[in-house]
């Protein structure tokens, strides 16, 4: 790999560290068949090796999410009739 690239900049008035849009993603990728052979191998590579790494990667809940899982768990069963009310208002009845 050749290990060179420019770092996305982060906004430095809140010191939010940076991210890529969608909308900037797809402006790279469009840009892709333009690369000289071995640096879309390359890309192809990587992201083959993302995808992998994405698809057997176990889901880490956050604290939060542990938390209300563990509420939901203490809490009573909803019975026939709430079930019903919940999917009316949802409009899904």
């Given at each position: 790999?050749?290990?060179?690239?420019?770092?996305?900049?982060?906004d430095?008035?809140?010191?939010?560290?940076?991210?890529?849009?969608k909308?900037?993603?797809?402006?790279?990728l469009?840009?892709?068949?333009?690369?000289?052979?071995?640096?879309?191998?390359?890309?192809?590579?990587?992201a083959?090796?993302?995808?992998?790494?994405?698809?057997?990667?176990?889901?880490?809940?956050?604290?939060?999410?542990?938390?209300?899982?563990?509420?939901?768990?203490a809490?009573?069963?909803?019975?026939?009739?709430?079930?019903?009310?919940?999917?009316?208002?949802?409009?899904?009845?």
């Amino acid at each position: 790999m050749h290990g060179r690239h420019r770092p996305l900049a982060g906004d430095e008035r809140t010191g939010q560290e940076a991210g890529m849009t969608k909308d900037q993603i797809k402006v790279v990728l469009e840009r892709v068949p333009i690369w000289p052979d071995d640096r879309r191998r390359e890309l192809v590579e990587v992201a083959l090796e993302i995808e992998a790494d994405l698809a057997s990667a176990e889901y880490d809940a956050t604290p939060d999410e542990l938390a209300a899982i563990d509420e939901g768990l203490a809490g009573e069963t909803a019975g026939e009739a709430e079930v019903k009310a919940a999917f009316a208002l949802l409009g899904k009845a």
